[in-house]
């Protein structure tokens, strides 16, 4: 089992930057992929980010390109999304997500582990 917990969610101005944090444990958590996803009020979970466990491949939604960075310390084992020019269209929970193998599209399409999710919301 793997276990996921996010933070450093909160309250930014519309233009700002936020870094949220994933930490990552559990007896089978050995070299998995991870990533974001995200869920406004009334919407679909739909996907953010994804990196796979070396970090020579990340994957992006086309509506944060540029903007949002993905990142990981395996020595911790967490990872890390670096959000900039944050919009109201960003204000949602952000949950992560880690595949079952080491594979950065697994992560993107196939998530097997989320967390609890952490709320970010951008304030005009």
């Known amino acids: 089992q793997v276990q996921l917990v996010e933070s450093g969610g909160g309250l930014v101005q519309g233009g700002g930057s936020l870094r949220i944090s994933c930490a990552a444990s559990g007896r089978t958590f050995s070299r998995n992929a991870m990533g974001w996803f995200r869920q406004a009020p009334g919407k679909e979970r739909e996907f953010v980010a994804a990196i796979n466990w070396s970090g020579s491949m990340t994957y992006y939604a086309n509506s944060v390109k540029g903007r949002f960075t993905i990142s990981r310390d395996n020595t911790k084992n967490t990872d890390n999304l670096q959000m900039n020019s944050l919009n109201s269209e960003d204000t949602a929970v952000y949950y992560c997500?880690?595949?079952?193998?080491?594979?950065?599209?697994?992560?993107?399409?196939?998530?097997?582990?989320w967390g609890q999710g952490t709320q970010v919301t951008v304030s005009s």
């Open positions: 997500a880690a595949a079952a193998s080491d594979s950065g599209y697994d992560a993107k399409s196939r998530p097997r582990y």
